[in-house]
């Protein structure tokens, strides 16, 4: 117990940063075979063929065909997304040496589970083994932005208002409109694959810090986890990070996307800080209105009709992501992050980039939607 309580004050202290809000960002790419498009398993070659200063920026996900980056912890947006751009070109130089490309998009359309290897370590057999089957079909692949908090009182409070948010920020995000071979009708079926994972869910109110962290020590003492980052909620506090994890988006082609959904995370933590100091934060809402805005996000464009949260208004998606935006006004002024109003605008306008796959898809069928998601990376920022 003596052992537990001092790890626990550790991951504690974590939260405790000097300067708050600053930015890291993971994304989730397909290995694919230049010619089919399908995946091909080459992380074992990919994490063998690292040297400095890039061994420390990528990392294994659950199956063999998948590779992950991770930017530096940085201060503003735009040198993570610069961070994110240089990594996607080592990816492409790595790729032609060992012959893959990557290909990006929320799901691979077509590659079938049972064809997918897993990451041979204890961290991922362990997935393994407690998801069977279920664990196979995690063909999945997203973007995660971790922000920086003050403490880990401030953070959870943090946490439990920006649930708000996460279904307004899946619907600009949506990119993976097929799975398995089948049109799934869905815009995220990502959301739906990786969702049969346990503790994938929007977490609930919790009263404060202590809250949480009774919980996790709970799961560990019946064993439904080993460690805390097996949580896999849509928000979650990083206990060994010390920051808000963002782990609800599709990741994306496009770096100015990629940009503004980095931009808004920055924007909605620092945002709800102010709000929270101010005591002025809103926390509590009905779980079973944030679940349906996220189906709804999940499934339907931005006309969808949704339970605004707060004031329990007959709303929609799109409405909500202009509340969103509104909110966080000041918080792009602050960091000097004003275009992401651009791209926000430009996707409600034209659509997201489950659009642009279901467009490619009608006019070329998998075999050009797996061309065009290799073919149409971008790998330069500005």
């Known amino acids: ?49 690292l040297n400095e200063p890039y061994i420390d920026r990528y990392s294994y996900e659950l199956i063999l065909s998948e590779i992950e980056v991770n930017t530096r912890v940085h201060t503003d947006t735009e040198s993570a997304i610069e961070e994110i751009s240089d990594l996607r070109k080592k990816t492409k130089e790595i790729g032609k040496k060992l012959g893959f490309n990557i290909g990006i998009s929320g799901t691979h359309p077509t590659s079938k589970p049972q064809d997918q290897k897993f990451v041979n370590n204890d961290s991922y057999n362990w997935v393994a083994k407690q998801l069977g089957y279920y664990a196979q079909r995690n063909i999945t692949f997203s973007m995660h932005v971790h922000i920086s908090t003050n403490n880990a009182e401030e953070t959870i409070h943090i946490t439990n208002s920006l649930r708000r948010w996460i279904a307004p920020m899946l619907s600009l995000s949506t990119n993976s409109p097929f799975f398995s071979g089948c049109n799934t009708k869905m815009r995220s079926s990502r959301i739906f694959q990786f969702g049969s994972f346990p503790r994938t869910n929007i977490p609930r109110t919790f009263k404060d810090y202590n809250d949480y962290e009774q919980l996790v020590n709970l799961y560990i003492k019946t064993k439904s986890i080993e460690k805390p980052r097996q949580v896999w909620w849509k928000l979650r506090p990083h206990m060994e990070y010390g920051t808000i994890e963002f782990r609800i988006c599709d990741v994306q082609r496009s770096l100015s996307n990629a940009f503004m959904l980095a931009g808004i995370s920055q924007a909605l933590v620092y945002q709800a800080s102010v709000d929270y100091n101010n005591k002025e934060l ?101």
């Open 1 to 49: 117990m003596n052992g537990r309580k001092k790890l626990l004050y550790k991951l504690t202290n974590a939260f405790n940063h000097s300067k708050p809000f600053t930015i890291g960002i993971e994304e989730e790419y397909m290995i694919c075979d230049p010619k089919t498009g399908e995946l091909i398993n080459k992380a074992n070659d990919i994490i063998s063929f």
């Open 282 to 382: 809103i926390e509590n809402y009905d779980i079973e209105l944030l679940n349906d805005a996220l189906w709804k996000a999940s499934r339907f464009n931005m006309s969808s009709q949704i339970i605004d949260p707060v004031t329990y208004n007959q709303s929609s998606i799109k409405q909500q992501i202009l509340i969103m935006q509104e909110y966080i006004q000041p918080a792009l002024s602050y960091f000097g992050n004003m275009k992401v109003n651009k791209y926000i605008n430009n996707i409600i306008s034209k659509g997201t980039e489950s659009d642009d796959q279901i467009k490619i898809y009608n006019d070329t069928g998998f075999v050009g939607l797996k061309k065009y998601l290799m073919n149409n990376v971008e790998y330069n920022y500005n």
